[in-house]
């Protein structure tokens, strides 16, 4: 009897090894069609809570009987948490416009620091166009000039009032002024960074939608 001879193509052929897919990985660039409308939208999210989220803290915070020290830090700390959500709602907007879209931390930071930077002008215009409508430029002046004074009074040492008394002219305020604007500024765009980056943890992943 002749030996059976299988020809290619039986079932005695090992089956070639099939490539495994690959796994959702992200890509490092934004569609920033979608991308700009995404941070947009977390920032006037962040210019609203902005203005409204203080407000509510410092009113909780004289109900409850708390002094002056921790209701600047209560407020200052869910100014800052406002920002980190904005952060992290703009990755979320973004994978909802583009689900097949992945995230990675540098894309979050970046989709982040740009709904700050939009937070910061949606928040900052209509307070200066307030400021120059109401004409209140002069009393937010004076209300410096009066904390620098009280600070020079406090201070024993003849040379930090004489600091402060100088801190005191126009263009030393205005140039105080534009600091702290900038630093404003920084710390919506750090904030608001960090959560968008934290956001891609959450919601970078394609398997996560």
């Known amino acids: 009897m002749e030996p059976a001879v299988f020809s290619a193509g039986t079932p005695n052929d090992e089956a070639p090894a099939q490539p495994l897919a690959p796994g959702p990985t992200p890509t490092a ?53 406002c920002m980190v959500v904005a952060g992290a709602l703009s990755g979320r907007f973004y994978r909802s416009r583009l689900p097949e879209a992945g995230i990675s931390h540098g894309m979050g930071a970046r989709l982040g620091a740009v709904s700050g930077l939009l937070g910061f002008f949606f928040y900052s215009v209509p307070q200066a166009l307030r400021l120059a409508f109401f004409k209140l430029g002069s009393s937010v002046r004076l209300a410096m000039q009066k904390a620098i004074e009280q600070s020079a009074a406090q201070s024993p040492d003849p040379k930090a009032q004489e600091i402060m008394r100088n801190l005191m002219s126009p263009g030393a305020l205005a140039a105080f002024l534009t600091v702290l604007v900038v630093l404003f500024l920084l710390i919506f765009l750090v904030c ?18």
């Open 29 to 81: 660039v934004i569609d920033w069609r979608q991308g700009a409308r995404s941070s947009a939208l977390a920032g006037i999210l962040l210019a609203l809570a902005i203005f409204f989220v203080p407000v509510i803290v410092a009113g909780m915070g004289l109900v409850l009987h708390l002094g002056q020290a921790a209701i600047g830090f209560l407020v200052l700390l869910a100014s800052w948490c």
């Open 192 to 209: 608001s960074g960090l959560g968008g980056a934290i956001g891609a943890s959450i919601w970078g992943s394609k398997q996560s939608s």
